[in-house]
């Protein structure tokens, strides 16, 4: 949460002449706020919607943002398997910052939980990367160049 996969991927998406598919924004359009979701159904209910559109989104030629929750599902995980996964890794100085902008149910404690739920769901990221990425002591540019450069030689 709140590491730019969003941001970063559409500017991938561009560079590679890709369809940028951001699925958190996807769930927003077809089945109103996150924040909503969770509190009308709960976690359980957003994670099962979360599968189905991840499902849906890689059988797209596209650069596809998932939420940081969508490797919780086994499902999920077998699928990403089957794709390129790119794991934008941070030391979260700058997470405070940029989660102040948003309404994430599972943050109710702040960076707290940020920091929990970052240290929980790491190894799953680690397990399924393709390609790691350190965003911490890089600007966005250079972020996307090394991105690139990684793909071209997974080739």
């Given amino acids: 949460m709140g590491v730019g996969k969003t941001t970063i991927g559409k500017k991938l998406a561009k560079r590679l002449e890709f369809t940028f598919i951001d699925t958190d924004q996807v769930l927003i359009g077809k089945y109103g706020p996150i924040s909503q979701i969770f509190e009308e159904h709960g976690e359980g209910h957003f994670r099962k919607l979360e599968e189905i559109e991840v499902a849906e989104s890689l059988g797209a030629r596209a650069v596809i943002s998932t939420g940081g929750g969508a490797v919780l599902s086994p499902e999920t995980q077998k699928r990403l398997r089957k794709a390129i996964v790119i794991y934008l890794e941070t030391d979260g100085r700058h997470i405070g910052s940029r989660l102040s902008k948003g309404n994430r149910p599972l ?18 990221y680690e397990k399924l990367a393709d390609i790691t990425i350190n965003t911490s002591k890089q600007g966005l540019r250079a972020t996307l160049e090394e991105i690139c450069e990684r793909l071209d030689r997974n080739e």
Avoid: S, T, V
Wanted: hydrophobic share 35%.
């Fill in 107 to 124: 943050l109710k404690n702040g960076f707290e939980d940020w920091k929990r739920i970052y240290a929980e769901r790491r190894p799953i």
